[in-house]
């Protein structure tokens, strides 16, 4: 069973910056590709930013060159760095691990579509 442990939401002013962390908890041999989606209210949860266990990155377009993900192997953690927020950004940001190799009760095996409990971010001035 993998829980995902989401930090680092808040109050934020226009401009000013965030970084989310995500960690991934259980007795975890290995994680594919995690992610960070958003949900603002009355809009449809959408793909924020994406890593694959190699380290290949994919963004949004609404936040390209100004939103950061990357990821500790080693601490099954992802992170979100988010500059220049704007009040658009506005959302709850949910975690994602589409599939981990783990521990299960009878033994090892491969587990799909994990979610955080999701975290508040507001940008507002």
């Known amino acids: 069973q993998v829980q995902l442990v989401e930090s680092g939401g808040g109050l934020v002013q226009p401009g000013g910056s965030l970084r989310l962390s995500c960690a991934a908890s259980?007795?975890?041999?290995?994680?594919?590709?995690m992610g960070w989606y958003r949900q603002a209210p009355g809009k449809q949860r959408e793909l924020v930013a994406a890593?694959?266990?190699?380290?290949?990155?994919n963004y949004a377009d609404s936040v390209k060159g100004r939103f950061t993900i990357s990821r500790d192997n080693a601490k099954n953690t992802v992170y979100l760095q988010m500059n220049s927020l704007k009040p658009e950004d506005t959302a709850v940001y949910y975690c994602n691990v589409d599939w981990a190799v783990v521990a299960g009760k009878t033994g090892v095996r491969r587990e799909y579509d994990y979610w955080g409990q999701g975290t508040q971010v507001t940008v507002s001035s």
């Open positions: 890593i694959t266990s190699g380290g290949s990155t």
């Open positions: 259980g007795i975890i041999f290995s994680i594919n590709a």
